[in-house]
């Protein structure tokens, strides 16, 4: 979509401590799970997550739930680094 609207859009490989994930669990020797962006907005760049952004997994119920939650759409990449890391290739 945002390529469509002449927004610079880059996909984003990597690592989530989205559904399976375990505290403590470590990233190394793993494959990238989890994609997400980058979009050039105004000469800067930013990330979102526009999955995550738009609900959550109800794995009991094997069921989307539709939420919307803004933190996923621009946030500090501080912020960001905390439940999404880059693969390193």
Known sequence: MCRAVGI??????????????????SYRD????????AVRLGGH???LDACWGAGRVDLD????????DDFYFLPDPEDF??????SSS
């Not at 680094?81 to 880059?86: A, E, G, L, N, Y």
């Open 61 to 68: 119920n094997k069921a989307f739930i539709k939420r919307y």
């Open 45 to 47: 760049w930013y990330l």
């Open 8 to 25: 610079e859009c880059e996909e984003v490989a990597g690592h989530s401590k989205g559904i399976g994930y375990r505290q403590g669990q």
């Open 81 to 86: 680094i905390d439940s999404h890391r880059p």
């Open 30 to 37: 793993t494959d990238s799970a989890h994609m997400w962006n």
